[in-house]
Structures are given as structure tokens and as C-alpha cells.
């Protein structure tokens, strides 16, 4: 039998759970990142192996410019939500707002989040305007079928038709939804007060910017 001090004791009801972050990403970027790599990894590597003359230092300083661009714009962005901040990394800054600096989030024609007077862009939330509005007729059939049930039966038609309302929403509607309630919810947290931090990605700009050089003074010889 374990005695209140006993350090195997079970947490207290006062104590909050462990949180761990909520990860989104656009899975049709990261699958377009990876084919650009791995068809642009293939050419240049065979322009650097069969080349002659200028044409394998050319391939490689194209590669040194692209490979970092390509990852930086498809496999990087992410948006990470967790019980105190909200941490975006876009393709080349990553942005840490606590929830306590989160005014709002939107997706109109881009997925964006509103903090400190300042608006920063959701890479990893793509908005599409074919899929919302596929999901606005979907809404519509779903709500004339849920009018129709009501008359045949009241409690059916209602739990159909609030369950398409909940389900049928574009996937960056969804995201955006998931965080602003995220935001509402935990912005009074002891732990989520502060101000934005914005970090530039060197690791990103830095082979970039290599690369572009070496690509221009190659062309230029």
C-alpha cells in the first residue's frame, strides 16, 4: 500500500496532462518535393558523372542552388501546436507565437495567422478553392438530405446533418478550425504569455545563396 508521499503514487486531479504537439503538414507538397529531388538528383548526378566540360561543375552548382529551394518551399513547412505556443516554420523563418499573442488564424485564399500586429502565411496549410468548394456542394446535398430526414424521423436527420456539417468542411477550413479553437482555449495559460519570436532559416539561405552564386560565376565564365 503506497503512502501519499510515496514518489509511485498516481498524479494528483490538479495536475494537467501531458500535451504533446499536433504536427500539419501538406502531404501533396512533401510528395511533389520528393519527386523534384529525385527526378532533379537523377539529371544532375548524371550530368556530374557523363559531363564534359562545363557541364558537370554547372549541374552541381544547379543542384547546390535547387536542392535547399525545393526543400525549403515543399518538405520544411510545418505548423506545430502545442499547450503554449504555436510554432510555424515556413520556407525560409520559423515564427513562435504563444497563444497568449494570437489574435486570430484565417484561410481565405491563403491559410494565415494574425499576432502581434503582424500577419505571417501557414506554408503548411495549403488552401484549395476546388476542395471547398467540392465540400460547399457536399454541405448543401448533405443538408437538404438531413431536411428530409427531420421529416421522417427528427433525431436522425439532425445528428446526419450536423455530423456532414462537422466532416465536410476543405481540409485548410479543418486545420485552421482545429487551431483557432486551440488559440481560444489555451491563450490564458501561465505559459503561453509573450511576445512572437521570429528566427530567419540560415540553414536554408545559406546553401542557397551558395548556390546562386556559384551558378552565376559558372554562366558567367
Known amino acids: 500500500m503506497t503512502s501519499p508521499d510515496d514518489p509511485a503514487s498516481p498524479p494528483q486531479p490538479d495536475?494537467?496532462?501531458?500535451?504533446?504537439?499536433?504536427?500539419?503538414?501538406?502531404?501533396?507538397?512533401?510528395?511533389?518535393?520528393?519527386?523534384l529531388l529525385a527526378i532533379g538528383g537523377w539529371l544532375g548526378i548524371d550530368a556530374i558523372l557523363r559531363g564534359e566540360g562545363r557541364t558537370p561543375w554547372l549541374a552541381?552548382?544547379?543542384?547546390?542552388?535547387?536542392?535547399?529551394?525545393?526543400?525549403?518551399?515543399?518538405?520544411?513547412p510545418a505548423v506545430y501546436a502545442g499547450a503554449?505556443?504555436?510554432?510555424?516554420?515556413?520556407?525560409?523563418?520559423?515564427?513562435?507565437?504563444?497563444?497568449?499573442?494570437?489574435?486570430?488564424l484565417r484561410a481565405s485564399y491563403t491559410s494565415e495567422v494574425l499576432a502581434g500586429g503582424a500577419t505571417y502565411q501557414l506554408w503548411a496549410v495549403p488552401v484549395s478553392l476546388r476542395q471547398r468548394k467540392r465540400a460547399a456542394r457536399q454541405q448543401s446535398r448533405d443538408a437538404a438530405s438531413g431536411t428530409a430526414g427531420v421529416m421522417s424521423g427528427r433525431?436522425?436527420?439532425r445528428m446526419s446533418g450536423q455530423g456532414a456539417a462537422a466532416d465536410r468542411r476543405a481540409q485548410a477550413d479543418q486545420t485552421i478550425g482545429d487551431l483557432r479553437e486551440l488559440a481560444e482555449s489555451h491563450a490564458d495559460r501561465e505559459g503561453a504569455q509573450g511576445e512572437p519570436e521570429v528566427?530567419?532559416?540560415?540553414?536554408?539561405?545559406?546553401?542557397?545563396?551558395?548556390g546562386a552564386v556559384l551558378l552565376v560565376i559558372m554562366l558567367l565564365i
Open 84 to 104: 503554449d505556443r504555436l510554432l510555424v516554420r515556413n520556407p525560409f523563418r520559423t515564427i513562435t507565437l504563444p497563444w497568449g499573442s494570437v489574435d486570430t
Open 60 to 76: 552541381l552548382a544547379g543542384l547546390l542552388f535547387a536542392v535547399p529551394v525545393v526543400i525549403a518551399f515543399t518538405v520544411r
Open 155 to 157: 433525431m436522425s436527420g
Open 199 to 210: 528566427r530567419w532559416a540560415f540553414e536554408v539561405i545559406a546553401p542557397t545563396l551558395a
Open 15 to 35: 495536475e494537467e496532462p501531458a500535451y504533446g504537439d499536433r504536427v500539419y503538414r501538406s502531404p501533396g507538397g512533401i510528395a511533389g518535393g520528393v519527386l
